[in-house]
């Protein structure tokens, strides 16, 4: 599949060391989300500037940003303008207004658990590693809701 990519999934994934779960996708990534994610020092930089040497990922410059939006962070109105203007349907972000408003794009956001649902239903990880990763993600600093966290548990079955 092919995707914009916001920040968040990537640093997720870098942070559990799984960004190979992206392998098989080709990923555009804006510029200044691609200048934030190595803005700082961090223990995932190194794994993110390898993921960024790959033959499936292209950083892009967006041009301009005709949506504006006070209620989005700089990295997600990329997204979603590049998305927008490449005319590619598939967004990556984990922002739950950034989605609300990726929707309203007529976009199909995809968050980090859907990412490791996907790597699981095909095979690219067992159940036993898709289960790790979503338990592992409070501990890297992954908001997410007990209740739903049960919820996606459960498609694991």
């Known amino acids: 599949m092919q995707f ?6 990537l ?3 870098a942070k559990l060391n799984f960004l190979e779960l992206l392998a098989k996708d080709q990923i555009l990534i804006p510029s200044g989300v691609h200048k934030e994610l190595l803005a700082k020092e961090s223990a995932e930089k190194d794994r993110l ?5 790959k033959k499936n990922i292209t950083i892009l410059k967006s041009e301009y940003c005709k949506i504006i939006s006070k209620s989005l962070g700089k990295g997600e ?3 979603i303008n590049l998305a927008v203007d490449h ?5 990556l972000m984990d922002d739950k207004r950034a989605r609300s408003f990726a ?3 007529d976009l199909q956001p995809h968050g980090i658990l859907w990412i490791v649902l996907r790597a699981y239903r095909n095979k690219g990880i ?9 338990y592992g993600l409070p501990s890297v600093g992954f908001r997410i809701d007990q209740e ?4 996606v548990l459960k498609k694991l079955d």
């Open 77 to 79: 109105i990329e997204v």
């Open 126 to 134: 067992t159940k036993a590693q898709a289960r790790d990763l979503i």
């Open 49 to 53: 500037i390898r993921f960024f040497n």
């Open 4 to 9: 914009v990519s916001n920040s968040s999934p």
């Open 103 to 105: 929707k309203i794009q």
């Open 87 to 91: 005319g590619i349907p598939h967004v």
């Open 11 to 13: 640093i997720f994934l």
């Open 148 to 151: 739903f966290l049960f919820q």
